[in-house]
């Protein structure tokens, strides 16, 4: 049988751009705090990264990206300027509406932006708004939610003129809730509700079976790699601080032995964890869960044949 082969990388942030896979349902209406104080925000906040845009890549025009951040603007791409000697992010204004879209890496429960075009509207997929004016003292606007937010849109449509979208210093990552650690998530993926998890060695999508001749180790065993946000970047460090559990309702919970924690590639949000697959792990439908420092994840599906 052909192994149903899949580059884990151009996948994953395929995937991201066009929204199908995340690590929750995302919400039109969810509870959020806003903020106009970028010190507040950051003690709302917890594994934040920040991009501020004074390196990007000589092909963001044809990519806009930076570090699993898309932006997306009415204009066209969205390009770098310097001014006061920082660079920035400006989407200009088409005719009587600005509009740029930034497209946030799963799991981001916190986002906030220096925004100095006014007067304009920044809102998140969750639902909140926030219009800035040129009479506002603050140029930052930062949301935390509940639920993950999808995205943030800067945008005004009024008759003319119209200002340009200028943004710095975008940061994102997850709501601080009391002094609790975040919690880990498992992608999964929006169109089929499946588990984004890969075989280690082929890569191939399940269903997956736990001895496989496909093998790196002379045991047999398969490996599976599953991708995790919601958490800093993994790293071999965290490895004893992290199980992997199977379980369903007709068997006592299975325990995947983890074999490496990591980040993936240069991204600051998200880590693979691999585990192997052990003879307890019989044919059937399981849920998977990814404990981080004591802290528990979503339950995922994963079939075995």
Request: charged fraction near 15%; glycine fraction near 6%.
């Amino acid at each position: 049988m052909p192994l149903r082969y899949i580059s884990p990388m151009r996948f994953l942030f395929t995937a991201v751009l066009v929204g199908l896979i995340y690590c929750g349902a995302w919400s039109s209406s969810v509870s959020a705090t806003v903020f106009r104080d970028r010190a507040t925000f950051n003690n709302a906040s917890q594994n934040l990264s920040t991009i501020d845009f004074e390196s990007v890549r000589p092909d963001f025009d044809q990519q806009p990206e930076i570090n699993g951040v898309f932006f997306r603007s009415l204009s066209g791409p969205a390009r770098i300027i310097s001014s006061g000697g920082s660079k920035m992010l400006l989407a200009s204004t088409v005719g009587e509406i600005t509009s740029l879209y930034v497209f946030l890496p799963p799991g981001t429960t916190a986002v906030g932006v220096d925004q100095f075009g006014s007067p304009m509207i920044v809102t998140t997929s969750t639902g909140e708004s926030v219009t800035m004016e040129q009479s506002d003292s603050s140029r930052f606007v930062g949301f935390t939610t509940q639920q993950p937010m999808e995205y943030v849109r800067i945008f005004f449509d009024f008759p003319e003129p119209t200002f340009d979208a200028i943004i710095d210093n975008l940061s994102f990552g997850q709501r601080r809730a009391a002094n609790e650690p975040p919690a880990p998530q498992i992608l999964v993926t929006n169109n089929t509700g499946r588990t984004l998890v890969l075989d280690s060695v082929t890569n191939e999508l399940e269903p997956f079976s736990v001895a496989t001749s496909h093998n790196l180790s002379s045991d047999g065993r398969r490996r599976l790699t599953f991708i995790v946000v919601g958490v800093a970047a993994l790293t071999d460090a965290d490895k004893p601080f992290v199980t992997v559990q199977a379980e369903d309702a007709q068997h006592p919970p299975v325990n995947l032995p983890c074999e490496a924690t990591t980040r993936v590639g240069t991204y600051s949000w998200m880590s693979q964890v691999t585990v192997s697959l052990p003879d307890a792990l019989l044919p059937g439908d399981w849920n998977v869960s990814v404990t981080v420092r004591g802290v528990k994840s979503n339950l995922v599906p994963l079939h075995i044949q």
